[in-house]
């Protein structure tokens, strides 16, 4: 006879560690939305985390340029937030940046068209064979 499988947030609210780690989420969360609400439309689309370590609230937002606008509404922020953990003392802000690749752009490490034909040239007139191997990977061909 085979079990039937179970749902996953079972799994995760049954599981003591799982468990535990969804309700932090869910308070961060929680604490995130909060904090939204105080603030002005496109700051608070860029307040993307928020989380309480020890007596600091900590943020995360997506450029410096929206953290110092944050640092700005800070007493506000502190707050609020005092509500979920009384002896709050401060607020930090952190910056994690997306990471986009602009359109048309190679990621860094690849080298340009010509750049990279001229080195795979380069590799097909040497004769040491570990040479030509790495000149070949650097110009992105592969050694025939």
């Known amino acids: 006879m085979t079990k039937k499988p179970r749902p ?3 799994v995760v609210n049954n599981s003591e560690q799982l468990g535990h780690l969804a309700r932090m989420l869910q308070q961060q969360q929680a604490l995130l939305e909060e904090i939204r609400q105080l603030l002005p439309a496109p700051l608070a689309q860029h307040c993307i985390h928020a ?3 020890g007596v600091r609230l900590v943020l995360h937002t997506d450029s410096p340029v929206w953290s110092t606008r944050l640092r700005f509404h800070a007493p506000q922020i502190i707050q609020s937030a ?3 953990a ?3 003392a401060g607020l930090d802000i952190r910056i994690c940046p997306p990471e986009i ?3 048309g752009r190679k990621p860094l490490g690849s080298l340009p068209e010509k750049t990279a034909a001229l080195v795979n040239q ?3 007139s040497i004769d040491d064979q570990a040479i030509r191997a790495a000149l070949k ?3 992105g061909a ?3």
């Open 101 to 103: 690749i602009r359109p």
């Open 86 to 88: 009384p002896n709050l």
């Open 137 to 139: 990977r650097l110009s």
């Open 142 to 144: 592969r050694d025939n």
């Open 8 to 10: 996953l947030s079972n």
């Open 51 to 53: 989380r309480i370590s």
């Open 122 to 124: 380069l590799a097909d």
């Open 82 to 84: 005092k509500r979920q």
